[in-house]
């Protein structure tokens, strides 16, 4: 996996970035340092079952994906405003004859899966103590509490020199957080699951990014093939520290 790195607190670095570190990298959180995607997923189907008596899989799936399209304004991401969502497309599907029971039913999915622990993917605690030796961040959206409370349960903070909670993933953002940190562009590097959320906004900005895959990824986050960008895709995040060796 690369070479190893003595352990560094983040907290120790002061001033300028830009006479400190070559790089700054930035991790997204959710199905890149720990996996979320599937409970999603899990619960999906689980709310295909309880809609069954009304439509099927497709017509569920459709128009819970037409639903949550909208809310994005109103509510953001997570797992909130899935079950609000959730709540919605039911009754629409249902043309409101869904009883109590199932509303009750679907707020015990969403906190399913607030309560859910936070599983970390293979290897990703050895790459953060090997890239130990640069300030590393965390960037993550959606529910401030709920991310929050997944980091806490993650007991990664302690590798991270800054976490940012952002309710959106655009270039304005992540322009407004180098902003606030004070990080120069072309030294910031982000690495995550999503190619809308994570890679393409930070190339647009001007810095660099990385692509690590998850194997499933959610229907508003896919994009088109045709981005017109390059950028590395890893297999793996264990092969991260290597890449970030030669860049630097």
Known sequence: MGRRYKRVEPNRWTGPLSTIATMIVAFDADDTLWH?????????????ALLAPWADADTVENHLTDVQRANLPRYGFGAKAYMLSMMEAALDISDHEAPPE???????????????????????REVLESLAHLPLM???????????????????????????????????????????????????????????????????????????PYHVTWTLEQVDDDHGHDFPTLAHLTDLPDLLENWT
Not at 159 to 178: E, M
């Open 36 to 48: 979320n995607e599937d409970k999603f997923q899990e619960t999906h189907r689980e709310f295909e």
């Open 102 to 124: 199932t509303i009750r039913e679907i707020i015990r999915l969403g906190q399913a899966i607030l309560d859910r622990p936070t599983e970390l993917l293979e290897g990703v």
């Open 138 to 212: 965390m960037i993550t959206k959606g529910d401030l509490y709920a991310q929050h409370a997944s980091i806490e349960k993650s007991g990664l903070s302690e590798y991270f020199w800054r976490i940012d909670v952002v309710a959106h993933k655009d270039p304005g953002t992540y322009a407004q957080v180098l902003d606030r940190h004070n990080i120069p562009v072309e030294q910031f590097v982000m690495v995550g699951n999503s190619v809308k959320s994570d890679v393409l906004p930070v190339i647009e900005l001007g810095g660099r990014a990385v692509h690590v």
